[in-house]
């Protein structure tokens, strides 16, 4: 099933999808179809999507051996240069990539030129499997499916008539038609509209996904993850996954500083209470296993921009809590981000004072002239549905305060190093701010807004890991926030609760997305929604989780796009530059088994929902992943020595002591669990050293599952390093 290049070949095996999108000079990537819809499913497969607008200069794939294919999902069946597009398909399929279309190829004509030749045209069609053979279908009624294959077709939604669509049928045997649809009448027609073959594949216009955003619908009809796999034969490639932790789901919690100062309805101790004061008393020092990044704002830390004790104090009693990690959700909070990538004071200025007139402004703004047009009006700038830039406008704006400054600041308040920055307001930084968070050396996530729950039922609606900024990478948040729970903080408090849909709808029937949660500080403003959170975390408690901070997560991710695969032959890989990321993931696996004397750097395996996750050691430089068959789904892999099969706190550092023993390095949050497959039945004895003194130490019966639970309870601490040591005694 997973098929390797020769032994010989040292190339990584390509990953990366040529995206093309269209748009005016205002249009935003993150609103692209390519980008909202398909991104995602792609990222599941393992590939890396690098997007073009196509109306630009399109890239030379002669020398991009890490170029697996090309994905077009165009608007238009015209565009000028429709004949150099058509060209550039045809070298890209001549280089051996693979060519994608959903809706038309954006060839037909060109308005300069007018039609481009029908028969030219079906010539790159025939290469991918089907060719165009007659005029429009625009009446469907009584239409049959001569072919309708259900892994494909029907998945989230069947139309109850056939959109209409052009005839096309097969013309090459090797290729597939999923979808087949016949119209009867006195000119009957027939089209093949959902195809794959050893080329790509193609998806007729109107039959990949039903959009109506009126209605809140975006549902696919044909199955994503299915399609994709087979046009762009991704069987042979090895997935990184950003999802799993030494076997177990990713767990992580951040929370946006917003609303730090609000009181809230919840009283401590009968007093009036601020929501950061509630958060930290109600929510998070009950739930001490699970850690959380809290992010301020810097400025209601900065007695120059505000001057609150109290909220400086808050800040400092979250960040003495072991589990709680620092984060920055800037200095000043900016709304609109790219008002300030072409940044004018005066404009600014001028918008704070239309907004109130009474308003306060710092005297940084004194000798700023109102900036006005030539014809003496005031210049008027969009910042969306905000009615001011920014939170904070005590000073100008200045990029490396917002980023690096309040590192400092709430490093300095907090007495914790800041790991990441959790991006504000619309969470669209240009790319200058995140290569300044970059050169901080930052972590930063924020944006995408995952959902998928009875009000929003559609894999159309789960988010990529990131989205690319320029030269940058900006990486989404897993889940969405509680603000598009209540309607943008108007109504319905308790709404956050619904997460928990969206946690259990990316987890099966396949696993999408580690679990995230994702709010504000003024979800403590209420008792509605502290409850919700209250709820939401106590259902965390009785899950197998692998928690981490959110910093971890973020360069986890980022390690999915630098990861390389190198094919070793015989079923077989090097894991080359992937950063932090730990898992790779075989899909399709149910046989599937680590062949543990051909692997190297390998912690350990754990097959589920199909799949098998294969735990890579972090002190592993370039780990060796080598497969092999087990008899049954149920059997053990084959290993000569212990394997992990799953741990709540993440391990590294393996060192084997022969087939009967080995010690670990381990440190997590929570009470330590793990479970250990061994070769042999029998008696395993188990030592964990803390602070160089042993901190258990228990001989374990194995029984025939040959699985070594090891959980010492209360003696091990959390958040301190520990080793681990198993040894089998006697024979």
Request: a negative charge.
């Amino acid at each position: 099933m997973f098929a390797a290049a020769p032994a010989h070949a040292q190339t990584p095996i390509p990953r990366t999808v040529i995206a093309l999108w269209e748009g005016g000079k205002d249009s935003r990537l993150r609103e692209a179809r390519s980008h909202q819809l398909a991104t995602m499913p792609l990222e599941q497969l393992g590939l890396v999507v690098e997007y073009h607008r196509v109306t630009d200069p399109l890239p030379d794939l002669t020398e991009r051996p890490d170029v697996r294919g090309v994905f077009a999902w165009l608007n238009s069946p015209s565009r000028p240069g429709a004949a150099r597009l058509l060209e550039w398909y045809e070298r890209a399929l001549d280089l051996g990539k693979k060519l994608v279309i959903f809706g038309d190829p954006g060839i037909s004509a060109d308005p300069e030129t007018g039609p481009l030749p029908q028969d030219r045209i079906n010539r790159l069609l025939e290469r991918l499997g089907v060719r165009y053979v007659g005029t429009y279908v625009s009446y469907t009624a009584g239409a049959t499916y001569p072919v309708r294959n259900p892994k494909i077709w029907g998945f989230e939604h069947t139309p109850p008539l056939p959109p209409a669509f052009t005839e096309t049928v097969l013309a090459d045997p090797s290729a597939v038609s999923h979808l087949s649809v016949e119209v009867p009448g006195h000119q009957p027609a027939r089209g093949d509209l959902v195809v794959t073959g050893p080329n790509g594949g193609l998806v007729a216009p109107s039959y990949a996904v039903e959009v109506d955003p009126p209605s809140n619908i975006r549902r696919w009809l044909i199955n994503p993850f299915e399609f994709f796999r087979l046009a762009f034969a991704t069987d042979d490639l090895p997935k990184p996954d950003t999802t799993t932790l030494v076997g177990r789901r990713l767990f992580y919690s951040h929370v946006d500083g917003d609303g730090w100062r609000s009181i809230s309805e919840v009283k401590i101790d009968d007093a009036p209470a601020s929501a950061a004061r509630v958060l930290l008393e109600r929510v998070i020092k009950r739930f001490p296993d699970l850690p959380v990044t809290i992010a301020p704002i810097a400025a209601e830390l900065d007695p120059d921009w505000i001057d609150d004790a109290e909220a400086r104090d808050v800040a400092r009693a979250f960040f003495e809590q072991p589990q709680v990690e620092a984060g920055s959700h800037t200095y000043s909070h900016p709304f609109r981000w790219s008002f300030f990538a072409d940044y004018d004071p005066a404009v600014e200025q001028a918008i704070v004072r239309r907004a109130d007139p009474n308003q306060d402004i710092h005297q940084g703004y004194a000798d700023i002239a109102e900036e006005k047009d030539s014809d003496g009006t005031e210049k008027t700038v969009d910042i969306g549905r905000y009615a001011l830039p920014r939170a904070f406008f005590t000073k100008p704006f200045d990029l490396e305060l917002e980023i690096g400054g309040s590192l400092k600041r709430i490093a300095e308040v907090g007495g914790k190093p800041v790991r990441v920055i959790q991006w504000s307001g619309d969470t669209s930084p240009f790319e200058a701010a995140l290569r300044e968070a970059r050169e901080a050396g930052m972590q930063n996530i924020n944006g995408g807004d995952t959902r998928f729950d009875s009000d929003y039922r559609s894999y159309g609606f789960v988010a990529p890991i990131s989205v690319p900024v320029g030269a940058e990478r900006q990486i989404y948040a897993s889940m969405s926030n509680e603000n598009t729970y209540t309607d943008l903080w108007s109504g319905r408090f308790f709404a956050y609760r619904h997460v928990l849909q969206t946690i259990r709808n990316t987890e099966l029937p396949i696993r999408i997305k580690p679990i995230n949660l994702y709010y504000h500080s003024y979800s403590a403003e209420k008792i509605a929604s502290t409850n919700a959170l209250i709820q939401v975390y106590g259902a965390m408690e009785a899950r197998e989780i692998a928690p981490v901070t959110a910093s971890h997560f973020a360069r986890i991710a980022d390690g999915f796009y630098a990861t390389r695969l190198i094919s070793l032959g015989d079923r077989r890989w090097r894991v080359e530059a992937r950063g932090a990321l730990e898992t790779l993931r075989f899909d399709r696996a149910s046989r599937t088994a680590v062949d543990f004397a051909r692997s190297s750097g390998v912690l350990g395996a754990r097959p589920s929902h199909g799949s098998l996750y294969v735990a890579l050691d972090p002190d592993a430089a370039e780990p060796v992943v080598a497969l092999t068959e087990r008899d049954h789904p149920l059997d053990p892999d084959p290993a000569p020595h212990p394997y992990l099969l799953q741990s709540r706190w993440p391990v590294r550092g393996l060192a084997l002591e022969g087939d009967d023993g080995l010690s670990v390095s381990a440190e997590g949050f929570g009470t330590l669990s793990m479970t250990w497959i061994v070769p042999t039945a029998g008696d395993w004895r188990v030592r964990i050293d803390q602070d160089g003194a042993t901190a258990w130490s228990e001989t374990v019966r194995v029984g025939d599952d040959r699985r070594l639970r090891i959980a010492p309870g209360a003696d091990v601490e959390a958040t301190v390093a520990a080793r681990i040591r198993i040894e089998r005694i006697g024979d």
